[in-house]
């Protein structure tokens, strides 16, 4: 027999048991934490940048190309792409499982066959594939508390000397910069370039040639002439360093002597590298650092990392420079680990005095009070060896394993103590004959349970993935209880117990034992009543199916609950022309508004940055409430100041707003909700498709049960666009790439090549002077150097016209879509959410 071998051999058991609970204290020091289960499917992103190319251009030169390459990749889920002035994005899901290192180099060796086909911008600044992720954990901000450092200076310094250091944290997978860094800025002066005839590729050439690194070689080099008896390696100055230096380059040399240096036909100074982009802490300017975590890190010890590696490098930082953490979501996720921590000693403790009170003696509490701690122990190394992290399902599964393993241990000590008490056996014995009664009775008890819970863990698709560790943390708990149940338990019974029958008929427990004697015969009378009128209860007992049948189709479905995490976002879109001026004045208005709620404690604001989409018609704020003791009550919570916000948002016309609550998932999206993606796949273009999604939005605006439903994208924005009549143009001697250069050059950024600042390489990029590009007439003014030297304007041979186009094309498999978001209306689930807006669509 099987539980023999421990009873005679206790010491044995003993060591297994200390074995099991010395590899759970191990397990748990190795296991990530997190809020919940990683159910997000693996995913990679593949970026482009095209600097001044239209959202129409980025999609046929670059991400179409990408698109058709990456069809048929192997695991390959879903594939959508989103185009936008100046940059792209096609990012690849895969199937639950994928490897997603190999998933990366097979990417990475298919855009390497179409990139002979890429435009050579997008090939220079080259095609980076990474990671997905989903969401921030947490921002890191460099401020300037006394104002002496401007956002450039602190974006400047949070790349060069703090964003490494981040990246090599434990955990740490991406650092978003909500800023810019420096680079040496060359605003050209159109009118001056036209006076001395000369075109923006003359600049580019010439910064090139002497703003560059170059081998000269060395004196002495082998072979070398015999007697040679130096050798020097060949230095001279090449990259430059300052706006002066800058300045003298020459970019023509006269016959005659005369010289046309940078600064005669330019503007030249150390400015920001991207205006596009910038953040704000309570209005006040700051360089925020977004940090994102690797899949399946730990995140508690990872913002922990973060945070120690931030209070390490601040004794370094500049005079006026301060950090602060505007923004943690780790708060939530410790905050909810610890109250089911809570959950699970309290119930730990409620099942140990329940037994005392049943079981009417220390030395029989104390059986199943050791072996339940060791049970547990064994499935935290379930979740070791699965894989698993401890989150709240893990420890949900381990609270409701403390009712079910402690079962074995009691069936073991009740049935020992049965044959010390009928049969007059001592404790060794007495368990000999138990175990022989109960052995088979607990293999099957523990097959029948894991029966129950086995299925869980082949769910299909997110919720598959959510339920699997808890219903496998139930399973390895309780096999492990049913290997404790035949091996610890009856070798502590063998050494512990005692009979003392006299301690069950005094005192306290003889109080109890009478009352609950009364309580049970009670039991048995009901029950002999039922059977004898067996019709009537089973007509009961089928009422009842029929009771909870319907109860359960008529109780709302959903994926998880909307909770309170101590934040909120919220998200603005200004019309597709609108300036960041304007987008500015719209993201002070919403920082004052809640700064003024008692509820607030920070506003993070960021420029250029949206859920929406990227522009200058884009802001973001992250808003972070003050802690939950601080705040009691429903109307102090994130979802009553997010109904407030809304309301506010919707009498302010200069923008769309949408103050929203995270997601209870980060990995699955960026805010709670639904979305969903029109497609087109009829080919029948996308005015119609716009016209179908706007027929969808007023349908769903008008649903009760759908709340903050809004387009996720960009509406279409007047374009201006250029008639080139092509024969004048060839008559002019214009060529058409001259034409090209000259636009991008004049009203995009060039991007020349580097210079270096402090130890740091950064950019060196040309453009027009803000003043000389505002307007049509500035464009029509504009001269391209023909092919017999001579200056031509554009209003010589173009002409203009305002259409609408779009700022930001989207697309889903392959196909044109656009996409809408939403959440649910108070009281509403999200199932019923999803179920409404079907409904509509179809």
């Keep these: 027999m099987f539980a023999k071998f421990f009873i005679d051999r206790p010491i044995f058991a003993w060591v297994i048991a200390i074995l099991i609970t010395f590899a759970g204290i191990l397990a748990l020091r190795a296991l990530p934490v997190s809020q919940y289960p990683s159910v997000a499917p693996p ?177 002495g080099q082998l072979p070398a002439a015999p007697g040679q008896e130096i050798n020097a390696v060949l230095g001279s100055r090449g990259r430059l360093a300052t706006p002066e230096e800058f300045g003298n380059i020459v970019v023509r040399a006269n016959p005659d002597g005369s010289s046309v240096r940078l600064k005669d036909i330019a503007r030249i100074e150390l400015g920001a590298q991207d205006y596009n982009r910038s953040a704000r802490l309570n209005g006040q300017p700051i360089a925020g650092m977004a940090i994102r975590i690797t899949p399946g890190a730990n995140a508690l010890a990872t913002a922990q990392g973060v945070r120690a590696k931030m209070q390490d490098l601040s004794r370094y ?46 030395r029989t509490t104390l059986v199943p009070a050791i072996v339940v701690p060791v049970s547990l122990m064994g499935g935290l190394l379930g979740l070791y060896i699965f894989g698993f992290s401890i989150n709240v399902l893990t420890l949900f599964a381990m609270v409701l394993a403390i009712g079910i393993v402690v079962d074995d241990a009691i069936v073991v000590v009740e049935n020992v103590e049965r044959n010390m008490r009928t049969r007059h056996l001592p404790p060794r014995e007495a368990t000999r004959v138990a175990m022989g009664e109960i052995t088979g009775a607990i293999v099957a008890i523990t097959l029948v349970l894991m029966a129950v819970f086995v299925p869980m863990a082949f769910f299909g698709g997110s919720t598959g993935a959510i339920y699997r560790q808890f219903a496998v943390t139930l399973v390895v708990t309780m096999a492990f209880s049913a290997f404790l149940a035949l091996s610890l338990t009856p070798a502590l019974c063998a050494s512990l117990l005692k009979h003392d029958p006299e301690n069950l008929e005094r005192g306290f427990h003889g109080r109890f034992n009478r009352f609950f004697g009364r309580v049970t015969t009670s039991y048995v009378g009901g029950v002999n009543h039922a059977t004898r009128r067996l019709l009537r209860s089973l007509a009961i007992y089928a009422v009842i199916v029929v009771i909870a049948a319907w109860t359960y189709m008529k109780l709302p479905g959903s994926f998880l609950p909307e909770e309170d995490q101590g934040y909120i976002v919220t998200a603005i879109q200004l019309p597709p022309a609108a300036t960041q001026e304007r987008s500015r004045a719209v993201l002070e208005s919403v920082e004052q508004f809640f700064l003024k709620q008692p509820q607030v404690d920070k506003v993070v604001g960021v420029l250029g940055f949206s859920f929406f989409g990227r522009g200058q018609n884009m802001a973001l704020a992250f808003i972070k409430l003050k802690d939950w003791d601080d705040r009691p009550g429903k109307e102090n919570s994130s979802q009553a100041l997010i109904k407030r916000a809304n309301m506010e948002f919707f009498r302010m016309k200069q923008a769309m707003l949408f103050a929203i609550n995270p997601p209870p998932i980060p990995e699955l999206a960026s805010a709670g909700g639904f979305d969903f993606r029109l497609q087109d796949r009829g080919g029948v273009g996308r005015e119609k498709l716009l016209d179908a999604r706007n027929q969808v939005l007023g349908m769903a605006m008008g649903d009760k049960r759908l709340a903050a439903v809004r387009p996720e994208g960009q509406e279409p924005a007047p374009q201006l666009f250029l008639d080139i009549d092509r024969d004048k143009a060839e008559t002019l001697g214009v060529n058409a790439t001259d034409l090209n250069d000259t636009l991008q050059s004049l009203f995009g950024v060039s991007y020349i090549n580097d210079f270096v600042r402090q130890g740091r390489v950064l950019r060196v990029q040309m453009q027009a002077e803000d003043a000389t590009r505002r307007s049509e007439a500035d464009l029509m003014r504009t001269a391209v150097r023909n092919s017999s030297g001579r200056m031509v304007r554009l209003s010589e041979f173009v002409s203009t016209r305002w259409v609408a186009g779009a700022t930001k094309l989207d697309r889903y498999n392959g196909l044109a879509a656009m996409k809408i978001s939403g959440a649910t209306a108070p009281g509403v689930s999200s199932g019923e959410a999803l179920a409404a807006m079907e409904a509509i669509a179809l």
Excluded: C, H
Excluded at 78 to 105: E, N, W
Excluded at 346 to 355: I, N, Q, S
């Design 43 to 219: 995913a990679l992103d593949i970026a482009v940048t095209y600097p001044g190319a239209s959202a129409q251009v980025v999609e046929q030169s670059a991400v179409q190309l990408i698109e058709q390459e990456m069809n048929g990749i192997e695991n390959l889920l879903y594939m959508d792409s989103s185009s936008q002035v100046g940059s792209g994005q096609v990012t690849l899901t895969f199937k639950p499982g994928t490897d997603i290192q190999f998933a990366s180099v097979e990417a990475q060796n298919r855009i390497k066959r179409v990139e002979a086909r890429l435009p050579d911008d997008v090939r220079r600044l080259g095609v980076t594939v990474t990671r997905a992720g989903r969401n921030f954990i947490m921002v890191v901000a460099l401020v300037s508390p006394d104002g002496r450092l401007n956002a450039v200076d602190l974006g400047s310094y949070a790349t060069a000397s703090v964003m490494e250091p981040l990246l090599r944290v434990q955990g740490v997978g991406e650092v978003l910069l909500f800023g810019t860094e420096y680079s040496m800025r060359i605003w050209l002066k159109p009118d001056r370039l036209e006076s001395y005839a000369l075109s923006p590729a003359d600049v580019g050439r010439a910064v090139r040639a002497q703003n560059a690194l170059l081998p000269l070689g060395e004196v």
């Design 317 to 362: 930082f500049p005079q006026g420079v301060d950090w602060v953490v505007p923004y943690d979501t780790t708060r939530f996720i410790e905050l909810s680990i610890r109250e089911v921590a809570i959950t699970l000693l309290e119930a730990a403790a409620l099942v140990v005095l329940v037994m005392f009170v049943f079981l009417g003696s220390w």
